[in-house]
């Protein structure tokens, strides 16, 4: 039973920095992709960082430059380092996993609410 849990988020004002973990059980976070998504109020939810296989990492235009994504496989958990937040960057968050790398992601996690002010 694959589990992806979030954590980190919360309220920070604009310029401020959050790091987002999302720890995995049942899934290693060392293989296939994972990546982070965000859900704005009322729109459709957006990539923001992937994590391809061993350590090939890509950002949304809009994050690059202030979020890094990066993971720790002795802990089995994907982080999301966000520096010089924005108010645009008020979302849901949610960690995903995708065995095969497919662009189909198989696991979600619940979600973690960030928002700026």
């Known amino acids: 039973h694959v589990q992806l849990v979030e954590s980190g988020g919360g309220s920070v004002q604009a310029g401020g920095s959050l790091r987002l973990s999302c720890a995995a059980s049942g899934y290693s976070v060392s293989t296939g992709c994972m990546a982070w998504f965000r859900q704005k109020s009322g729109k459709e939810r957006e990539g923001v960082a992937t994590?391809?296989?061993?350590?090939?990492?890509f950002s949304a235009d809009s994050v690059k430059g202030r979020f890094t994504i990066s993971k720790d496989n002795t802990k089995n958990t994907l982080y999301l380092q966000m520096n010089s937040l924005k108010p645009e960057d008020t979302a849901m968050y949610y960690c995903?996993?995708?065995?095969?790398?497919?662009?189909?992601?198989?696991?979600w996690g619940q979600g973690t609410q960030v928002t700026v002010s």
């Open positions: 994590f391809v296989g061993f350590g090939t990492a």
């Open positions: 995903a996993a995708d065995r095969f790398c497919t662009g189909g992601y198989n696991y």
